[in-house]
């Protein structure tokens, strides 16, 4: 299949990409529970002549060409959205409260059902096999972990892996592709919640009971030192606090106070992120006897770092430049080689076979998209569906080639 054959066919189906795209974006849903999102994927699939099959809790796969012998690649897309009411004023708002596709999921899964029409189109021309992921559960890292126990790189047996995701809000003009380069590509990623507890009581007699509030921004303010003069300058370690919660009056003490939050590395074997865990334990518990509080510290949603194939790398750059041009960087031209601190649960398809990821910008700042993933103002210029369509298109066919 030819370069200009694939960008021209992307942008034959860009009106219903966005059409696809829009309708996801207003019925959202989140984690495994997606049954409107996996409902409309497959009927979508099943419109191309398709043969979709449930992989896991709520995931799809789909496959396409396998009457030539050859490798097999895969490509993926996330369905899942954000627990955030949205705020941004366009008119395929969310219809379901509390939830918005504010990282571009919906994006990601129109481009790929995009890819699905053109392979499907040029099934004869592909050399050995290309597997389509449509996956739930990437916000809270578990849909790539449960599709791969139901056997996602099996049946035909995955030799490489590519996946897509959009950006916003930043310093490049839409449809601008960065692909990243060999070695760590996201940070590692786990959560934690701290449990302060104290002794509820009267606001106006304080000395009457032990208040977890101050302990617990005690304990907040301490955490940060781990950072500050603790990690080494060259090691990449966060820790941030996201959500805090006590209380709920002005007068009275609570029992209790708690706070949720991340844990970010870029070290492949974790020892940073469990030095930080460590220490976060212990200046917990030390300063929770200090104040008099009991405290738990516990920690969950652990997603390692995604792993970039070097060879895998080389080749998506050359393959995504002869397809369009200048408007393809490497992703070190921009960070300067350093990983992005933000996380992927497709890394841990990265731990098992060779793995590309690639970011597509979906509204620069400069154009007036001041919003980045996860902002409930965040919006996603979907005019750029077609280069992300193409992208995938031309990933597997050239990749599968060689």
């Known amino acids: ?59 799809i796969v ?43 999921h919906d994006m990601h899964t129109a481009m790929l059902l995009g890819a699905a029409k053109i392979l499907k189109a040029h099934e004869e021309e592909i050399e050995g096999t290309v597997k389509l992921a449509f996956q739930p559960a990437e916000e809270c890292f578990q849909g790539s972990v449960d599709m791969m126990a139901s056997g996602l790189l099996e049946n035909p047996k995955v030799d490489a892996a590519f996946m897509l995701h959009v950006i916003a809000g930043q310093p490049m003009p839409s449809g601008m592709l960065m692909v990243s380069g060999g070695g760590v590509g996201t940070a590692s990623c786990e959560q934690y919640h701290i449990v302060v507890k104290g002794k509820g009581g009267h606001g106006s007699t304080p000395n009457l009971s032990i208040d977890p509030i101050t302990a617990a921004c005690q304990i907040h303010l301490a955490l940060l030192e781990i950072n500050a003069r603790e990690l080494d300058g060259n090691e990449y370690g966060v820790f941030t606090t996201c959500h805090f919660e006590a209380g709920k009056t002005s007068n009275v003490i609570p029992d209790t106070a708690s706070m949720w939050g991340t844990i970010r590395t870029v ?39 995604m792993l970039v194939d070097e060879a895998l790398s080389k080749a998506g750059l050359s393959y995504l430049q002869d397809l369009f041009g200048q408007s393809v960087i490497d992703m070190k031209a921009v960070t300067g080689g350093r ?8 890394a841990f398809v990265s731990h098992k076979v060779p793995t590309l990821c690639a970011y597509l910008s979906a509204g620069g700042a400069q154009e007036g998209y001041l919003y980045g993933q996860h902002n409930p103002k965040v919006i996603f210029n979907d005019d750029i569906l077609y280069v992300g369509a193409a992208a995938y298109v031309q990933m597997a066919l050239r990749w599968l080639e060689e």
Request: proline residues 4%.
């Open 1 to 59: 299949m030819k370069i200009e054959e694939i960008v021209k066919e992307a942008q034959a189906f860009q009106p219903e990409m966005k059409n696809i795209r829009r309708e996801l974006h207003r019925h959202p849903e989140v984690g495994f529970a997606l049954t409107f999102t996996k409902k409309y994927v497959w009927d979508e699939l099943v419109k191309l002549g398709l043969e979709p099959v449930s992989v896991g809790r709520s995931g």
């Open 62 to 104: 789909v496959l396409l060409g396998g009457r030539k012998p050859g490798k097999c690649i895969l490509l993926r897309a996330d369905m899942d959205a954000l627990q955030l009411t949205e705020e941004a004023e366009v008119d395929y708002r969310s219809r379901n409260e509390g939830k918005m596709h504010g990282c571009g």
């Open 267 to 305: 070290d492949p074997e974790n020892k940073v992120g469990e030095y930080i865990k460590r220490r976060m334990k212990e200046i917990t518990e030390g300063i929770g006897r200090a104040l008099r509080c009991e405290t738990e510290v516990e920690f969950y949603d652990y997603c390692p770092c």
């Open 339 to 346: 990983a992005g601190g933000g996380s992927e649960d497709f």
